[in-house]
């Protein structure tokens, strides 16, 4: 006899932010207003905060005589799951500005947002394959038709069409994956494969489907040589929406990544070497590209896949002295959880300037800190951090937590491609950081305003200021993250 727990508390994160969604497409249709739309889906994502910390240990959706559960939530997920909620609010706030002005339908907006926000929130609680490429895809789909929502831009139903076919081929992809894997072990739970693959070796049908998994996955974070959607579909979207692309969705991709490599921890053999060229080729090429780039978007877009780089480097160290386990884990965490404020930052500065001034190359923030100085010093700092220079320590230190776990781990080569991607990184930051505060190719007049901007927008900023700064002060409070839930 089948007998099947739910817990509807343990749930209720992901039942909130659904439910949000569509209280804020009904709240639009009502009054009309797209702002009430966004208020709706603040609230329904500051309400899931405290009822993910809240389910922290529990587990749900359990069924058969040994009890396997196909939602456990840890503290690791509910670290990856306050990632998406709060990196989720800001892009709200970002949006709100856009939604205003009717760049955007804000109803729609809201309500695809949070219903590809559900799925991200799903993912790190997941404990089977089924589920997880069903989360995925919950993430995924949303997003093309956040990127074709914007009505300003003639590229932007080419950008989403372009992610979308690329998403479709993962999906056949992973599907194959999983029935390779299913065929091989007889079982798709997580705990139970994990059980698979410490008592046996490979065989060739699972390692093609650890394999497939792990290529779709590297789509989603936009991993070289599966990245080729990433820089056009940012370039095409809104800020808000690229920010989202380049935080929200890349977190619900690791924590894919995450289960994966926990899972089969004893096949390490064959997912490490995997993931250590992964991540030698995304750190140098997404660094090598972003230097050529005098767009602002696409630079940080290119930036993002350079970024996944260094988060997959402690994951393709996972192999001799180094185990899978909490140093591992801590220093993943721990870059996702500056990366999404730093990140974040970036492109909530750039959506206030590209509104205030069309700020759309890196010519057109030439002299910023004469016409809106908070914001010139806001964008300063946060390229200091993702470049890991000062006073943007945190940067630093979660570059340096990632670089010691291949160094224990006797790789090398893999920390000596790390540290060559990432003083090519300086450079392409350092360019733009100077031209924040060159002169003015014609001289401002003296009595001109400063800058003025959307205040919700304006928000986002302070947030993710903020919050880096007090990362950069007490950086326990992102490397430690996991370990206090």
């Known amino acids: 006899m089948t007998i099947q727990s739910i817990d509807l508390l343990t749930l209720a994160p992901t039942f909130v932010v659904a439910l949000g969604a569509l209280a804020a497409l009904i709240a639009e249709l009502v009054t009309r207003r797209g702002q009430v739309a966004v208020a709706v889906g603040l609230v329904a994502l500051l309400v899931a905060v405290p009822l993910a910390i809240g389910a922290s240990g529990e587990q749900t959706l359990c069924t058969g005589a040994d009890a396997t559960c196909a939602y456990v939530v840890s503290p690791l997920s509910v670290a990856l799951q306050l990632i998406v909620l709060g990196g989720s609010a800001v892009v709200l706030l970002m949006a709100s500005a856009d939604v205003t002005d009717r760049r955007v339908p804000g109803g729609e907006f809201v309500f695809l947002t949070l219903c590809s926000v559900s799925g991200a929130v799903l993912i790190p609680a997941t404990n089977d394959l089924v589920t997880l490429i069903v989360a995925l895809e919950v993430v995924s789909l949303p997003i093309f038709a956040l990127v074709a929502l914007r009505s300003d831009e003639p590229r932007a139903a080419e950008a989403a069409l372009k992610a979308f076919i690329f998403s479709i081929a993962s999906v056949a992809v992973s599907l194959y994956g999983i029935a390779l894997l299913y065929g091989s072990t007889g079982v798709v739970a997580f705990d139970q494969l994990a059980t698979v693959a410490s008592v046996s070796s490979p065989t060739p049908l699972a390692t093609a ?47 894919a990544l995450l289960l994966i490599t926990w899972t089969f921890a004893d096949w390490s053999q064959v997912w490490a070497p995997v993931v250590a060229v992964l991540a030698a080729l995304t750190m140098l090429v997404g660094n090598l590209v972003a230097l050529r780039q005098r767009q602002a978007v696409r630079l940080l877009a290119w930036s993002s896949i350079a970024q996944a780089g260094y988060i997959l480097v402690p994951l393709a160290a996972v192999a001799g002295s180094v185990a899978w386990g909490v140093g591992v884990t801590g220093a993943v965490v721990g870059y996702l959880v500056a990366y999404a404020a730093m990140n974040l930052g970036a492109f909530a500065v750039v959506a206030v300037t590209t509104r205030r001034i069309g700020a759309v190359t890196l010519d057109d923030y030439r002299g910023l800190a004469w016409r809106s100085p908070w914001l010139a010093v806001a964008l300063a700092f946060f390229l200091a951090s993702l470049a890991g220079l000062p006073p943007g320590l945190i940067g630093l230190l ?25 003083v090519i990184g300086l450079a392409y930051y350092l360019t733009w950081a100077a031209q924040l505060f060159r002169r003015p190719r014609s001289e401002p007049e003296s009595a001109s305003p400063a800058l003025s901007s959307p205040w919700t927008s304006s928000v986002a900023v302070v947030v993710c200021l903020v919050v880096t700064v007090l990362f950069s002060v007490a950086p326990s409070l992102a490397l430690g993250l996991a370990d206090r839930l």
Do not use: C, E, N
């Open 398 to 422: 979660v570059k340096v937590r990632v670089l010691i776990v291949p160094v224990d781990a006797g790789l090398w080569w893999l920390a000596a491609v790390m540290a060559v991607a990432t």
């Open 209 to 255: 489907g650890l394999v497939m998994l792990l290529a779709v996955v590297a789509f989603k974070i936009a991993a070289v040589p599966f990245h080729a959607w990433a820089p056009d579909t940012y370039q095409g979207a809104t800020a808000p929406v690229a920010a989202y692309l380049s935080v929200v969705s890349k977190t619900a991709g690791f924590s």
